[in-house]
């Protein structure tokens, strides 16, 4: 399976979970081949396969409002069209804020530390 392969599961995993009540995230990622190939995917690898499915953007923007954590990665939409990722750290402040003007970009960037958060775990 190549890269383009493995990155366009990735971009279908919330909906994926939403779908399979019998796997965690962790497992989903894993089945998708990315912890072998985790170094050769990137943010812009994952930009450029996001603009061919950017229906998956709204997936992220779900998985993001419904995780159920007191930290880690964000991704939303501002009232002013501006798309935000960001990080809450252990003690439930902001470590790290980015705003984007393109949706797709925020979520390229926001996929690729969310899936490196749940491989690292």
């Not at 081949?33 to 994952?46: A, E, P």
């Not at 991704?75 to 935000?84: A, E, G, L, P, Q």
Request: glycine letters at 4%.
């Amino acid at each position: 399976m190549g890269i383009k392969d493995i990155i366009k599961q990735i971009l279908f995993l919330p909906f994926e979970f939403v779908q399979d009540n019998n796997h965690s995230i962790y497992s989903l990622l894993q089945n998708t081949g990315y912890f072998n190939v985790y170094s050769k995917i990137t943010q812009s690898t994952i930009l450029q396969e996001l603009t061919n499915h950017s229906n998956c953007i709204e997936y992220w923007l779900s998985w993001s409002e419904n995780k159920r954590s007191t930290d880690g990665w964000y991704f939303i939409k501002k009232d002013n069209d501006k798309y935000v990722v960001g990080n809450i750290n252990s003690d439930g402040q902001n470590s790290k804020y980015f705003e984007f003007d393109s949706a797709a970009q925020a979520c390229s960037i926001f996929i690729k530390r969310e899936i490196e958060s749940i491989r690292a775990n």
